[in-house]
């Protein structure tokens, strides 16, 4: 495969997470079917990998079920990775070299943006987290972790992995940064988070021995707390709820709230997360920072929404009764 040149290597380091794995996906995938470098990419090497992304054969296994194969890639994937190539080439460093985006001229899939999105209303939320609310340990864990789908729009394999050192205070203010960021408002929690997080450690017993490395989100289960000889603790600490474990209680709680579980999903809150600070009066830009997106991503999941600073967070908590 054609080694990328660090500044490429650089700019998808960059990026969120997320973003990162898929972008990089699409570079390694180019530069392996071209075997070129960036400065030598044409448009008709574009072309041949596009075509061939839709004209490839797919192997892959579904849970319970044989191998299945499919031919070619979903538009919706080409489109993103098309995107991957767009975005570097737009970038500073590959305008100073004077390198052209052999992707720009080719017709791309058209995909409706954030087609199907749902995003939850004001009551509905509220419905959801009445039915999440519990006194036991793991009550007030699931409590918390939905609390923190809803307002800060993490995606849950976040959440999943937030670890103690990862919050960071000065005075009364708490950040949640995600990694290579400094910790702007963007990324700040909200002291109704920041209370059900600690009410929820010191529930378990753990606030005042939690040490950096532990994650927040453990994997104590119910059946713990019905054995007289094990404790609730008694689960690995170490060992953070899965991303499966979490879609699981967001759907088990939008039942008990009366909601369709199959329209209620970790990705669901996510975009909620956008539209209610949208509501709450904050701008494009502070959304595309709280979400790690792009604002051209941005502006089409609020385009979406309108179809269906602390000052924000403020009335954001104030919409949800918090």
Not at 6 to 31: G, I, K, V
Not at 187 to 210: C, H, K, M, N, V
Not at 297 to 302: D, P, V
């Amino acid at each position: 495969m054609q080694r990328s040149p660090l500044p490429l290597s650089e700019w998808l380091n960059s990026l969120p997470p997320n973003t990162q794995r898929s972008y990089r996906a699409a570079w390694e995938d180019l530069l392996c079917f071209t075997g070129k470098s960036l400065a030598e990419l044409s448009v008709e090497d574009a072309a041949r990998w596009l075509h061939d992304l839709a004209q490839r054969s797919i192997v892959g296994v579904r849970r319970g079920k044989r191998d299945w194969h499919r031919r070619g890639y979903a538009e919706t994937t080409i489109a993103q990775w098309c995107s991957a190539i767009s975005a570097f080439y737009a970038s500073a460093y590959a305008a100073n070299q004077g390198w052209r985006n052999p992707i720009l001229v080719i017709v791309r899939p058209k995909v409706p943006s954030y087609a199907g999105t749902r995003f939850l209303t004001i009551d509905e939320i509220r419905a959801l987290l009445r039915a999440v609310r519990e006194e036991s340990i793991i009550g007030r864990r699931n409590y918390i972790l939905i609390l923190i789908l809803i307002i800060t729009g993490r995606r849950s394999s976040e959440v999943c992995r937030m670890r103690w050192s990862d919050l960071r205070r000065d005075g009364e203010r708490v950040w949640w940064p995600r990694p290579g960021s400094s910790g702007g408002d963007a990324e700040r929690l909200p002291p109704s988070a920041w209370r059900a997080i600690t009410d929820y450690l010191a529930a378990a017993g753990r606030l005042e021995s939690i040490r950096d490395e532990e994650f927040i989100f453990t994997a104590v289960t119910a059946n713990a707390s019905r054995l007289p000889s094990v404790g609730e603790r008694s689960a690995d600490e170490n060992r953070p709820l899965s991303e499966r474990e979490v879609a699981r209680l967001v759907k088990r709680y939008a039942r008990l709230a009366g909601l369709d579980p199959r329209k209620v999903t970790p990705t669901t809150l996510r975009h909620t997360a956008a539209k209610l600070r949208r509501e709450a009066g904050d701008s494009v830009s502070g959304i595309s920072a709280l979400l790690g997106i792009s604002a051209a991503s941005t502006h089409a999941l609020l385009r979406r929404a309108s179809e269906a600073g602390q000052g924000a967070w403020v009335r954001v908590e104030a919409l949800l009764g918090l």
